[in-house]
């Protein structure tokens, strides 16, 4: 059978891919959407729409996105896994949009349990590949899985369920603390390593890199778990000397690769801005790390850094994530041409320029450049977006058969 013929079929593994890919497309225009209208402040949202808004980007269409890039890597994954998780992911965004709290509690358990055979299927992945991609994509869907468990805990019990918490307990920031450097930037760093250097094997530097990033977060998120407020700023200490540690070897060992690409076309950029980033959105959450240890006051009230916190998501979101996923969906349909040359051209400059502004409107308190920034930002996404589309709909994704 020609790769042709295989990717035309929703059991292959070129199909199962391009519907991950689809739905995590279709998530990502709720996300954008409460995003430009919040950024734009034309609306006033209430808590659950901006849940809604978190919840789409990371687990609609980051998770999704990086599951599908995943499986690209490990040429396939379990059909009923991948499918359980397109269906189960909108549903669970939904949950979120209508404010039922048994039903977050319902389906978030029944995601958990897709979330639990993720993260044994990446396990299963680096047994048969040995390699520093696989490993960081298995640390990375482990810390994930722990993280969801925090996060299903707590909404069994806003659902006035049980309360499994110790009573000094911090679920919402172990929660948060866990699901973006230990996991998003975890993955990243290693599907970066498989695009931008084509590692095979375990250098010790890079297990070294991982390692520490892993750890910090296990070592944050437990603190805030299991230990009294006393021992915050021990751990917050631990977390940044090892995330130091993290990004220091990532600069050294991938940022340079990534930044020899042609920035006028392709997905090479994307590459070498998602690579940048790293550096950014982990400098953000450190300075985020110093004031929580070196300030109680903001540990109890973290409303003086707010704009920082959002800065801190938006950087390793579109920054490092969006961008990467960008450039795979290219590499991935590289059998087929833009039918909208310039429509690239704004997906990369028109999100990353945006972007910049927006964060330095977020870290200045500018809300004048957040007006700019955002909507910048969010119509490039969707310029970039549907381009994407097209080609996806188009190519045979022979590299996902290769």
Request: charged share 10%; glycine share 10%; aromatic share 10%.
């Amino acid at each position: 059978m020609t790769s042709m013929g295989m990717a035309g079929s929703a059991g292959s593994p070129a199909g199962l891919i391009r519907t991950l890919f689809y739905v995590a497309m279709a998530v990502f225009l709720v996300t954008i959407g409460i995003g430009l209208l919040n950024g734009l402040d034309l609306v006033t949202f209430e808590h659950d729409a901006l849940l809604t808004h978190v919840h789409s980007g990371t687990l609609g269409w980051i998770t999704l996105s990086l599951v599908a890039a995943s499986a690209w890597y490990a040429r396939g994954i379990d059909t009923r896994l991948g499918w359980s998780l397109a269906i189960i992911v909108p549903v669970y965004v939904l949950s979120f949009y209508l404010a039922i709290g048994w039903l977050r509690a319902v389906v978030g358990t029944i995601l958990l349990v897709a979330i639990l055979w993720l993260a044994w299927w990446a396990w299963g992945v680096y047994r048969d590949r040995r390699s520093l991609p696989a490993l960081a994509i298995a640390l990375g869907f482990t810390t994930f899985t722990y993280g969801a468990v925090i996060g299903v805990l707590r909404q069994v019990q806003l659902a006035n369920g049980p309360n499994l918490f110790p009573a000094t307990a911090d679920p919402i920031g172990a929660h948060a603390s866990a699901m973006v450097f230990s996991y998003l930037i975890l993955v990243a760093m290693g599907l970066l390593e498989w695009r931008v250097r084509g590692t095979g094997g375990l250098p010790m530097a890079g297990l070294v890199q991982l390692g520490a990033l892993f750890a910090g977060g296990l070592v944050l998120s437990g603190t805030l778990l299991f230990l009294s407020g006393d021992a915050i700023q021990a751990a917050g200490g631990i977390d940044l000397l090892v995330n130091i540690v993290a990004v220091a070897i990532f600069a050294v060992r991938v940022v340079p690769a990534a930044l020899r690409t042609d920035w006028t076309i392709g997905a090479g950029r994307h590459l070498a801005a998602a690579s940048v980033f790293v550096l950014i959105a982990m400098a953000i959450f450190l300075y985020v790390v110093y004031k929580f240890i070196s300030d109680p006051a903001v540990a109890a009230d973290p409303t003086s850094i707010g704009g920082v916190l959002v800065a801190s998501d938006h950087s390793a979101f579109i920054g490092v994530i969006t961008n990467l996923v960008f450039a795979l969906l290219l590499t991935l349909t590289d059998d087929r041409a833009d039918r909208w040359p310039w429509a690239s051209q704004i997906g990369f400059w028109g999100t990353n320029l945006g972007l910049a502004v927006f964060l330095v409107g977020l870290v200045a308190e500018s809300s004048m450049l957040k007006m700019i920034g955002a909507p910048v930002m969010g119509v490039s996404l969707l310029v970039g977006l549907a381009a994407l589309a097209m080609r996806l709909r188009a190519s045979s994704l022979r590299e996902a058969e290769a």
